[in-house]
């Protein structure tokens, strides 16, 4: 038994500290199973820290006060670089001619856990509590795998009575995951994987806790100089040697410059580390200096935290807006008291939809917990309950289009509501910016400001309208100068031959974007041609689902829609496809994927180049595919490429391939 215990333990070090298992799950459950059913047969001989015994601690030994040998201070704070000059200038006056080096670690967003181990078993685990007093959640601690409960021989095993300090967190992956379950579940979520940890860790079962995955790291051995330690470094090096996880980003730093460097590097990471962090621990790394430098009544004098700049904050729902989008889409919008987050004032934070505000029952005049991490767009977190005013109601969501009063509605199986009124003036507008964009009929100077003079003004109902202005109408509007209104009007009659995919994109028909206007241009030439298809026809392209069939049918059934298509026409704007190039395509029957960046051609230019001489444009590598096409930095694709056998080109070879 005790030989299968050391087996386990081993693997368990080898799997949750080290992250590198020797054995498979299988093998491991075998030993596993072998060392029950030998502790069913000898239960005398069950010891506290077997493996087996993870998930036994019973619910009433939890919570128990624990006084701490040694109080658990927290951290003074530092927030900018100069903050920690003067914690250096401090130092200096209390050790004065002294130098000092530094110890910079993560500051891990979790829960401070003390371990109390006796002769290298682990007997007790504890809360930080008020620092002096916390509770005793050993059972719940010893389901952690990564916690030792028997630790590797050396120093630390051997001592007497040894305390050791560290953070308990939710790695951010099993934090999403669990949110995933709970709301899956229909049970509430947690805000933050310190919330969920906090929670795992304060389970009255040990059992819920051990499905809770939580990991830790230890970054403090009690009273370590009277151990024989010189240096906080050093104790980092001997826990990890006894089996404990330590944080791998801890860097040993030759002053404070280097200390400067490392929370520079830290911070720019914060979103790859796995797990929250809100800043960097810096500690003097000589604990005979530790020693002299001692505690006020609050923090040790020796350390201090350097946090990253604030991702969450709390404030206040002051109105919620909802606005119309192109597709007659009602979208939600907060509006709050402003608050500054990572740098940036938030003024408004997107509700998406209306099951989002009442999933997060999200209320005007609630207090709210906003987030804006890394890349991400600031979003609510959640209500903060205990701020709600007494008088809050639950939100209601329009029924009419709050732009043109035109009655909304929500179709089912759908997450917006939308105006159904097609003459409504905040979905033209919309749609109109979207017509004039870069990418559909390119019209210059057709801005936001414009576009909304023109419809206010009544000039422009809808996008034929745009080619009869005359310029004396446009300078009569606000703003406008007769040389701009001159320059957007030219804009506008640059526009009219950009042809049909182009047109195609820039009508809006719903589902119909960029990619599917050149699949249907390509196809059938025509603005007339595909007005005239059925819905089996037009699925029969490649690339195009029944869906996008069916509302390119609905799009052109509408008698609103046909009259547009005449006005165009009769405004002189292009409805047909540049006719294909006359004589061989060489590229015929061919599949190509274009992967990486290549020299002189955008990944677009690639495209059209190749469907213009007859190929077709994949987006992955399969046997099917005759060439891929490798620019820099490729990724898998290329790899793909590689084990199929597909022929690679480069760029050179493209071209000379469309010139044969
Ligand atoms: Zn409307």
């Known amino acids: 038994m005790m030989e299968l ?30 060392l029950r059913n030998l502790e069913a047969q000898f239960p005398d001989l069950v010891t506290e820290d077997s493996p087996t015994q993870r998930i036994a601690g019973t619910p009433t030994d939890l919570f128990k006060p624990v006084e701490h040998n040694v109080a658990m201070l927290s951290l003074d704070n530092a927030t900018t670089p100069d903050d920690l000059r003067e914690f250096e200038t401090r130092l200096g006056r209390a050790v004065p001619g002294a130098t000092f080096q530094y110890v910079g670690e993560p500051k891990i967003d979790g829960l401070g856990v003390a371990l109390v181990y006796e002769r290298g078993r682990f007997v007790r685990g504890a809360t930080r509590g008020d620092g002096r007093i916390g509770e005793d959640i050993t059972a719940n601690l010893r389901t952690i795998r990564s916690i030792p409960t028997v630790l590797k021989p050396g120093p630390l095993a051997s001592a007497e009575l040894l305390e050791v300090r560290g953070e308990v967190f939710m790695p951010r992956e099993e934090f999403a995951k669990l949110n995933r379950t709970l709301e899956e579940a229909g049970t509430p979520t947690f805000a933050n994987p310190r919330n969920a940890a906090a929670g795992a860790v304060r389970q009255k079962d040990p059992a819920v806790t051990a499905r809770r995955p939580l990991d830790m790291f230890l970054y403090h051995v009690s009273r370590a100089d009277a151990l024989g330690f010189a240096s906080h470094w050093d104790t980092l090096e001997a826990l990890r040697a006894a089996g404990f996880k330590t944080n791998p980003r801890a860097e040993r730093c030759a002053n404070l410059d280097a200390v400067l460097a490392a929370c520079e590097r830290l911070e720019r990471d914060r979103d790859s580390l796995g797990y929250d962090a809100d800043g960097v621990v810096v500690k003097v790394d ?22 990253f700049a604030a991702r969450q904050a709390t404030t206040m729902i002051e109105a919620i807006e909802v606005n119309v989008g192109k597709t007659g889409a009602l979208t939600p919008t907060a509006k709050l008291t402003p608050v500054e987050l990572a740098g940036v004032t938030i003024r408004n934070v997107s509700l998406h939809n209306e099951d989002e505000i009442r999933r997060k029952d999200i209320r005007v005049g609630d207090t709210v917990l906003v987030e804006r991490a890394g890349d991400v767009i600031p979003y609510v977190v959640q209500v903060v309950l205990a701020k709600r005013p007494a008088e809050s109601q639950a939100f209601r969501f329009p029924s009419t289009c709050p732009a043109c009063g035109g009655r909304a509605e929500r179709p089912e199986g759908e997450a917006y509501w939308r105006c159904t009124n097609s003459a409504c003036p905040a979905q033209f507008k919309e749609r109109l910016n979207h017509f004039g964009s870069r990418r559909a009929m390119d019209i210059e100077h057709l801005g936001d400001s414009t576009i909304e003079q023109l419809v206010d003004s009544g000039e422009v109902k809808d996008f034929a309208d745009l080619y009869h202005l005359a310029v004396e109408k446009v300078s009569e509007l606000d703003r406008f100068a007769d040389k701009s209104a001159e320059n957007l009007i030219r804009a506008i009659a640059g526009s009219r031959d950009r042809g049909l995919a182009r047109l195609l994109n820039a009508l809006g028909i719903r589902l119909v974007g960029e990619r599917v206007a050149q699949l249907l241009a390509t196809r059938f030439g025509s603005l007339d041609v595909i007005a005239g298809k059925s819905e089996a026809e037009l699925a029969e392209v490649h690339g195009i689902g029944d869906e996008i069939a069916r509302a390119i049918v609905a799009f052109f059934q509408d008698p609103a829609n046909t009259e547009l298509m005449k006005k165009l026409k009769a405004a002189g704007v292009v409805t047909t496809a540049p006719t294909a190039p006359v004589g061989p395509t060489p590229l015929a029957g061919k599949t190509i994927v274009v992967t990486g960046v290549l020299p002189t051609l955008s990944r677009e230019a690639a495209r059209e180049l190749i ?43 493209l071209l000379a391939l469309v010139r044969s």
Request: net charge negative; glycine share 8%; proline share 3%.
């Open 286 to 307: 000589s604990l005979e200096q530790q020693r002299r430098l001692g505690s006020t009544t609050h923090h040790p004098r020796w350390a201090i935290a350097f946090k």
């Open 611 to 653: 469907e213009r001489y007859g190929g077709r444009v994949a987006t992955s590598v399969s046997k099917k595919t005759d060439y891929v096409v490798v620019g820099d930095a490729p990724g898998g694709k290329a790899d793909d490429a590689r084990r199929l056998g597909v022929t690679m080109l480069d760029e050179a070879g």
């Open 5 to 34: 215990r050391e087996q386990i333990r081993h693997h368990d070090y080898l799997y949750y500290v080290e992250s590198r298992p020797e054995v498979s799950d299988a093998e491991y459950d075998a030993l596993m199973r072998e």
